[in-house]
């Protein structure tokens, strides 16, 4: 053997000697992750999950708040009412998003908690692939169909909310695929315990996006054009920092090149995490039809909706961060069955999101004058939009266990019961308030029909979880 060969031969034993050590490394880190979620104290292992999930909560909830403040520094109706619309269309998209990522992300988890890793890897893959696929028809489709679908958005009844609606929309539709990849890392890297990676790609991709929205919407006067391009430019750069995540401290790593689109793997996935495309699906469906039932009132009541909706989101957001905290130590330490720690760890969420929800309707109850006014000058849109709020806050301190339920009925697998659950209060029961309350009290009913939907939603959720809390987590551990 030659001194040059000798060398190559030396250099590729190396690398695969580098390889293997990384992989025991990866590998101690995954047992030490899985030890701490099944055998650590409880409360402070929640407050170490969700405090990464909290923070891009906020920074996501500041985020869907920040095109609407800067747009609505233009004072135009038509052109606020046309964030609210498009948002609809974004929604749709990150429930695509977290349909995949979900749905990888809880099998994932608990493949991990089982120590099979390889399987574990094989579905998250799996999810990012599906992710791709699916960005590029909507990006085919969006440009092909766009007018048709910023009138399905409910664009339609006027033609300078229309003008503005498409202008938003046709750069928005280019950043599907982005987004669509973003959100599934993100959620199989946080349901896997990587909440602090998962947090980084979505501060740094937000945090360009608001940096972004006035010098472009104010400074170079692109309007509702601005916006867009700040979401875009944001929602590339989130998606490579959470690549770049995939491949650090032993998280789970993401390798196109085990992606299995077979009946089973795309089964797993559609199936576990259909409960949050249903909700954010259907949520999406509500948004859409709110819109032309707004609409069809005036551009003043579509933009006073959508202003009311990202106020009272702030509750909201701190809630879903806190029981983000607590859904992989649900699904690790079911697929370990430790039941008696879900059991603790959701009554300890439960009681932590209570608080949060009295305190932010406190303060939204405080300053909801002063938050109206921060979107918009327009006296006309500010008269509906600060009953909108109060009448919501009647009922918020009371929905931190419709959220929790549904979020520990998903992550212990039950996807069927978990459906129902999430469904309800922006959809099932949503509708049907929405359409009974504006036809009995006419423009009124905006402001009634959201606290009905929700106090609905909160007394059918009792029903399910009382009855599945005592059939999957009390007889079952009596019964193993």
Request: proline fraction near 2%; glycine fraction near 10%; include cysteine.
């Amino acid at each position: 053997m030659t001194g040059k060969a000798a060398k190559e031969k030396d250099k590729v034993t190396e690398k695969a000697a580098i390889k293997e050590m990384d992989k025991v490394t990866d590998e101690a880190r995954r047992e030490e992750r899985i030890l701490r979620m099944t055998t650590g104290k409880i409360y402070p292992l929640l407050i170490r999950m969700a405090i990464p999930s909290m923070v891009g909560m906020m920074v996501s909830t500041v985020y869907g708040m920040t095109d609407t403040y800067f747009v609505g520094k233009l004072n135009d109706a038509a052109l606020t009412a046309s964030v609210g619309v498009v948002f609809t269309f974004i929604s749709i998209v990150q429930a695509i998003g977290f349909w995949f990522g979900y749905g990888a992300g809880n099998h994932a988890s608990r493949m991990i908690g089982n120590k099979e890793t390889e399987r574990a890897e094989e579905m998250a893959a799996t999810g990012v692939f599906l992710a791709i696929l699916t960005g590029i028809v909507i990006v085919i489709g969006g440009l092909c169909l766009l007018r048709p679908m910023a009138e399905l958005l409910g664009a339609g009844k006027d033609k300078a909310l229309l003008s503005a609606t498409m202008d938003y929309l046709r750069i928005t539709v280019c950043g599907a695929p982005f987004l669509l990849i973003s959100n599934v890392i993100y959620n199989e890297l946080r349901l896997t315990g990587s909440g602090k990676s998962s947090m980084m790609g979505l501060v740094v991709g937000m945090g360009i996006n608001m940096a972004l929205d006035p010098v472009l919407i104010l400074h170079f006067h692109l309007g509702v054009k601005g916006a867009a391009y700040a979401s875009l430019l944001g929602q590339l750069t989130g998606m490579v920092m959470l690549c770049m995540e995939t491949r650090k401290d032993g998280n789970l790593r993401i390798d196109l090149r085990k992606s299995k689109l077979d009946v089973k793997h795309l089964t797993a996935i559609l199936s576990g995490g259909a409960p949050n495309f249903c909700r954010q699906g259907i949520s999406s469906v509500s948004s859409l039809l709110l819109n032309q039932v707004a609409g069809g009132f005036s551009v003043d009541a579509l933009a006073a909706v959508t202003i009311a909706n990202k106020i009272t989101y702030i509750a909201y957001a701190l809630v879903i961060g806190f029981g983000q905290g607590f859904q992989p130590i649900c699904a690790m330490n079911y697929g370990a069955k430790k039941y008696d720690r879900i059991r603790k760890a959701f009554y300890l969420t439960l009681a932590t999101v209570t608080g949060f929800l009295v305190i932010s309707v406190a303060f939204l109850l405080w300053r909801t004058e002063l938050l109206t006014k921060a979107f918009t000058a327009q006296g006309s849109v500010s008269a509906l939009v600060i009953p909108m709020v109060r009448a919501q806050c009647i009922v918020l301190p009371f929905m931190g266990y419709y959220v929790l339920i549904g979020m520990c009925l998903q992550n212990i697998g039950k996807f069927g019961l978990a459906t129902c659950v999430t469904t309800l209060e922006n959809g099932a029961c949503f509708i049907p308030a929405l359409f009974l309350c504006t036809a009995f009290l006419g423009e009124t009913g905006l402001v009634a029909f959201k606290p009905v939907a929700s106090a609905a939603s909160l007394f059918i959720s009792i029903l399910i979880g009382t009855r599945a809390w005592k059939k999957y987590l009390t007889e079952r551990k009596a019964s193993e």
